[in-house]
């Protein structure tokens, strides 16, 4: 066995490795690094989580990664180290436990046609150790500790959120020794992702939580392809190993239908980022377009009926509800049309959902909405109710939108409106159909 990760990865061992080798070499070669998310305060999950510590299955204990190299458990190591494992049981066609515990299983195909996808680029191994330390350092920035390192490198002080503290930890040099494990070129890949990513979340595209507006830091990938292709993997990964403080034997949330809609949207933004037009403003509208129109098409697949195009505006509010309630299933998506196509305040709906925050004045972007969307639909099961309950969430958000609407030949800005903290009502006793009718967001 090789003597360090590295060695592992440049002696094309790494797919090879016993996952309890792997864990262990990894935390050797990353130490810093991983101490750090020791700190990272312990997630919070309302439905799944599992009350004796996550599932966990390195040596004959059956062990998480942060108990077999510490002892007791830390949320976000298990799930960095599970990102990393995922990477693993793709180079190595370990279908079974990549999408083992799956509630949606990912079909073996999918799973081949990612590995294939993903192999164009992790058969070189500069290209697979940059993904590593990519993924590795990603979630540094949540360490509470970070900030306080970052001012007494800089003196300057930081509220940013954690993609932003860890552009700021490049900047001090804090990454200096996992980065200097790579080479020139994929050292400035990782850190144009870091910077990128410290305003660009690819995710939310996914689930119809931002606007095309949110897109136009994509284009600092333009003329950088392998960068882009670096970062989006890494997030597929980040996907991957999600749920790793709950479950860490598998790539639990890449499940068959995530996986589509990251790959479906995969060569969508790369056309975007390779497009040498000279208005990319526009491609970045065709492009969130096409991603909305691939969440039609996937429900279709699964036996809804109604045909949708972006191009009208009613249909495309109803594929981003459709996105923002990941959406996968024929009865599901009958019960949000029930809900979409009777509400009395329909046009006001729209009008909301169709701000694109590029040309046509400020759009609001409902963060954390397909959260809220999630656990509406978690919380009530039967179909009337669930009705209720959908139709009184979107008279809640056209209180939130207040009016907005697309204003052509106008400014685009952006505006966030942070719903968290009715999530955590969904989850409790008190959460009825009717609930979000009464419901206005604390002050901020």
């Known amino acids: 066995m090789s003597r360090s990760f590295v060695d592992a990865v440049y002696n094309g061992e790494l797919a090879s490795l016993h996952d309890d080798d792997l864990v262990r070499l990894l935390y050797t070669q990353f130490t810093p690094e991983i101490d750090h998310l020791k700190n990272v305060p312990r997630a919070v999950e309302k439905a799944d989580q599992n009350k004796n510590g996550p599932k966990g299955n390195l040596t004959e204990k059956a062990l998480s990664p942060s108990r077999l190299l510490f002892g007791e458990d830390f949320d976000e190591v298990n799930r960095t180290i599970t990102n990393v494992r995922a990477v693993k049981w793709l180079l190595a066609n370990e279908y079974e436990a990549f999408a083992a515990n799956q509630a949606v299983k990912l079909s073996k195909q999918t799973f081949s046609t990612f590995r294939d996808r993903a192999l164009l680029s992790l058969n070189d191994p500069d290209y697979l150790i940059a993904l590593i330390v990519a993924l590795v350092v990603g979630d540094m920035g949540k360490d509470p500790h970070l900030a306080d390192e970052i001012v007494a490198l800089s003196g300057v002080k930081s509220n940013e959120n954690h993609d932003t503290l860890l552009a700021q930890a490049v900047g001090c040099g804090i990454l200096d020794k996992s980065l200097s494990l790579l080479s020139d070129a994929r050292r400035e890949d990782v850190i144009l992702g870091i910077n990128v990513g410290a305003v660009l979340n690819i995710p939310q595209l996914m689930q119809g939580e931002n606007v095309p507006g949110s897109l136009k830091p994509v284009l600092q990938f333009r003329d950088h392809l392998p960068a882009f292709t670096l970062k989006y993997l890494e997030i597929m990964f980040d996907v991957a190993g999600a749920a790793g403080h709950i479950d860490s034997c598998s790539a639990k949330r890449m499940i068959e239908p995530v996986c589509q809609s990251f790959l479906q949207a995969w060569p969508i933004l790369e056309a975007t980022v390779t497009s040498q037009t000279s208005h990319p403003e526009t491609s970045l509208k065709e492009a969130y377009d096409q991603v909305l129109q691939n969440r039609g098409r996937l429900v279709n697949q699964m036996g809804f ?140």
């Open 305 to 444: 009926s109604s045909v949708l195009s972006t191009s009208n505006p009613a249909d495309r509010a109803f594929l981003r509800l459709l996105a923002m309630g990941r959406v996968a299933d024929q009865a599901t998506a009958e019960q949000v049309q029930k809900a979409f196509t009777t509400l009395p305040e329909i046009e006001s709906l729209v009008e909301g959902l169709n701000v694109n925050g590029i040309d046509d004045g400020e759009a609001i972007l409902l963060y954390y909405m397909p959260a809220l969307f999630a656990g509406t639909l978690q919380a009530v099961s039967e179909p009337g109710e669930r009705i209720e309950a959908l139709t009184s969430l979107m008279r809640f958000m056209v209180r939130l939108f207040d009016g907005s609407k697309p204003q052509p030949d106008t400014a685009g800005s952006i505006k966030e409106c942070d719903v968290s903290a009715a999530v955590d009502f969904v989850h409790t006793s008190a959460f009825r159909p009717r609930f979000f009718d009464g419901y206005t967001l604390p002050a901020s």
